[in-house]
Each structure stands twice: as C-alpha cells, then as structure tokens.
C-alpha cells in the first residue's frame, strides 16, 4: 500500500476477497466493509505511532517559525543550503515573512546561512561564503577564522594582506566581487571587475614582500609596493547585471529578483509556483516567471519541443512545451524572459 499504485491495488483486492470468501468463510458484506477501510489508506497512510510521532515534530516545528521565525528560516536554509531549488524557495518565503535573506559579506558571513539581525531589529539572513561558486571551503574558513580573530577587515587591501593563503586568487576574489562580498568595502561591482589585474598584482606584490621578509625589495625600481590597489574607472553594476552574476555563483537571485516589477501585475491572474503543488495533477494553473534555463529537443517526427525551467519568487517549475505550442510561442521561450 505504501507504494500508492492503483493497479497493484486493483489485482491485491481480487487476492483478498478471493481469500477471505474461500478461506476465511467471512460473508462479502463483511469483506466489503474491511476493503473499505482499507482501500483510502492506500492513498497514503501511517500507523498511528508513526503518525503521532509526525505530528509532533510538526506541532515543534511550527511552533518554532511562528515564535522564531528568523532563527527558524535560518536552520532551514543551512539544512537544505546544497539544493538551490529548496533554496530559492525558502527565500521566497523568508521574503513573505519579512525577513531579508542578504547575498555573502566577507565582514559578516560566516561559512553557512547565519542570523545577523539583533534583537529587536527586521530579520536578516546572510548568504554563507561556502555557498558561492569558486571559492572553496578552506578559503571560507580562512577568511572567516581571520576576521574573528583579528576583527573585521578595513578595506580591500585589509582583505588580500591579512589572508595569506594561495587559494585567495584571481578567480575567488572575482567570484567574491561578482557575488556581493566585498560590497561592504563601497567599491562597486563592476569597478572590482575592471580592476581584478591591478587587484591580482597588489596581491602577488605582497606575497613576494612577505617571502623574502625585505620590505625594502622594491624600493628605487619601477615595480614598489602600492599601499593601496589601484581601481580602473567604470560603469556601475546594474542591477540585472549583479543578478546575473548572484545566479551564476550562488545559485538563486538574492539582491532582488528579475520576477519583482511583475509581481503586483500577475498576483491576481495566476498561482505562485509554490502553491502549484497543492492542486490536483490534471488541474489548470496559471503560472508566471523567468525563465531559468531552456533544453532543445528534436522528436522523432523532426519537430521542436521544450523542457524549460521557470522561477518566480516562490520557486522553481520544470515546463515540457509541446512541438505545436512552441511553434505558436516560439519567440517567447529565451532565457531571462518573462512568460
């Protein structure tokens, strides 16, 4: 019964009244009655020590995010922190509470999800560093167990000469810079981008000084140790271009989310994907958001059909788009698009 199949269902009922007419003698009125009581079980069932045990943890469980909701959404995000469809939806819920989840913070992150609001103050959530892409987690923990030992770093060049370690390099400080944990030293996005070779030989001109422990090394040439990093000028980071950069490495948007200027627009004419689970699997919804990602197939008949991933700020939602429907819509199926 636990496997809910119909069919197997259907062959375990001929079984059992042919067992319980024939062998047990009972009267089908009675074999009627048992099958009955049986049969919605099958549905989906527990024993009642295995239910009274759920419904306990379900009672604790909802006690805590009613009394506790920041702490609560916190453990909830550090348990499921390696799936970013859970993820994304937890989010979205921390968003309905009013609680703000906050992308990676080199002075505030720890290497999970961590409650970083005091008492008394709105909900906050920071974005663990572990959970940015590139950046692994021995240089989490690095960074981490440097700024609580020593307190927290200053500016950028604070950053690169107090964490000594090889695996601070070109591609973890971009990947920092791009996913928002080095915003707290007021230097935009896309200015630490334009700047990461002028950033990278600050890095290795202080390596070299420690080595050979001679500060004077590069005194009288061409090449003395700047004490500060020397930024290029550019353009700021949009916010679709930072939103970009916070799926690409932390799985999910976190600043704000490009489904946002269309929320109050489609609320009353669809379903949000989280709620889409509570409806019958035959049941028509509407459903609205960006478009995740998108796989081409050929069918055997040579005609084009689609599995698309959509998300709103609820969740994400696999699509298949028939061979006649994408012919109808095919312009519309282009990722970061609306549909």
Same mark, same amino acid.
């Given at each position: 019964?636990?496997?809910?199949?119909?069919?197997?269902?259907?062959?375990?009922?001929?079984?059992?009244?042919?067992?319980?007419?024939?062998?047990?003698?009972?009267?089908?009125?009675?074999?009627?009655?048992?099958?009955?009581? %049986?049969?919605?079980?099958?549905?989906?069932?527990?024993?009642?020590?295995?239910?009274?045990?759920?419904?306990?943890?379900?009672?604790?469980?909802?006690?805590?995010?009613?009394?506790?909701?920041?702490?609560?959404?916190?453990?909830?995000?550090?348990?499921?922190?390696?799936?970013?469809?859970?993820?994304?939806?937890?989010?979205?819920?921390?968003?309905?509470?009013?609680?703000?989840?906050?992308?990676?913070?080199?002075?505030?992150?720890?290497?999970?999800?961590?409650?970083?609001?005091?008492?008394?103050?709105?909900?906050?959530?920071?974005?663990?560093?572990?959970?940015?892409?590139?950046?692994?987690?021995?240089?989490?923990?690095?960074?981490?167990?440097?700024?609580?030992?020593?307190?927290?770093?200053?500016?950028?060049?604070?950053?690169?000469?107090?964490?000594?370690?090889?695996?601070?390099?070109?591609?973890?400080?971009?990947?920092?810079?791009?996913?928002?944990?080095?915003?707290?030293?007021? %230097?935009?996005?896309?200015?630490?981008?334009?700047?990461?070779?002028?950033?990278?030989?600050?890095?290795?001109?202080?390596?070299?000084?420690?080595?050979?422990?001679?500060?004077?090394?590069?005194?009288?040439?061409?090449?003395?140790?700047?004490?500060?990093?020397?930024?290029?000028?550019?353009?700021?980071?949009?916010?679709?271009?930072?939103?970009?950069?916070?799926?690409?490495?932390?799985?999910?948007?976190?600043?704000?989310?490009?489904?946002?200027?269309?929320?109050?627009?489609?609320?009353?004419?669809?379903?949000?994907?989280?709620?889409?689970?509570?409806?019958?699997?035959?049941?028509?919804?509407?459903?609205?958001?960006?478009?995740?990602?998108?796989?081409?197939?050929?069918?055997?008949?040579?005609?084009?059909?689609?599995?698309?991933?959509?998300?709103?700020?609820?969740?994400?939602?696999?699509?298949?788009?028939?061979?006649?429907?994408?012919?109808?819509?095919?312009?519309?199926?282009?990722?970061?698009?609306?549909?």
């Amino acid at each position: 019964m636990g496997k809910k199949i119909p069919e197997e269902m259907a062959k375990q009922k001929i079984k059992f009244y042919d067992g319980c007419l024939n062998i047990g003698k009972l009267k089908k009125e009675t074999v009627d009655e048992i099958w009955r009581a %049986i049969e919605p079980f099958a549905a989906y069932g527990f024993n009642k020590a295995h239910a009274a045990s759920y419904g306990i943890v379900a009672y604790q469980t909802s006690y805590m995010k009613a009394h506790y909701p920041v702490q609560y959404m916190t453990a909830v995000l550090q348990a499921e922190s390696g799936d970013a469809d859970k993820v994304s939806a937890i989010v979205g819920e921390c968003r309905r509470l009013g609680i703000d989840v906050l992308p990676p913070d080199v002075n505030e992150s720890f290497k999970s999800f961590a409650m970083v609001s005091k008492p008394g103050e709105k909900g906050r959530i920071r974005f663990g560093l572990s959970g940015i892409k590139n950046v692994g987690e021995h240089i989490c923990e690095v960074i981490y167990r440097e700024r609580k030992e020593h307190s927290t770093y200053k500016n950028l060049e604070d950053l690169i000469d107090r964490v000594e370690d090889k695996d601070l390099n070109k591609k973890s400080l971009e990947s920092l810079a791009q996913a928002g944990a080095l915003d707290c030293f007021g %230097i935009d996005r896309s200015v630490l981008m334009a700047s990461s070779e002028n950033i990278l030989l600050y890095l290795r001109q202080g390596r070299d000084k420690k080595n050979t422990n001679q500060d004077s090394l590069f005194a009288g040439t061409s090449i003395d140790v700047d004490s500060k990093v020397t930024l290029q000028t550019a353009e700021s980071a949009t916010m679709e271009q930072k939103l970009a950069w916070e799926k690409n490495l932390l799985g999910i948007y976190v600043s704000s989310h490009p489904f946002v200027y269309y929320e109050k627009f489609l609320q009353n004419k669809t379903v949000s994907i989280a709620e889409v689970e509570n409806f019958d699997r035959d049941a028509w919804v509407v459903v609205g958001g960006v478009i995740d990602s998108l796989k081409k197939m050929i069918t055997k008949k040579g005609k084009v059909m689609m599995f698309a991933t959509v998300q709103d700020m609820t969740g994400r939602i696999e699509l298949l788009i028939f061979p006649k429907t994408y012919e109808e819509t095919k312009n519309s199926w282009v990722e970061g698009n609306v549909v």
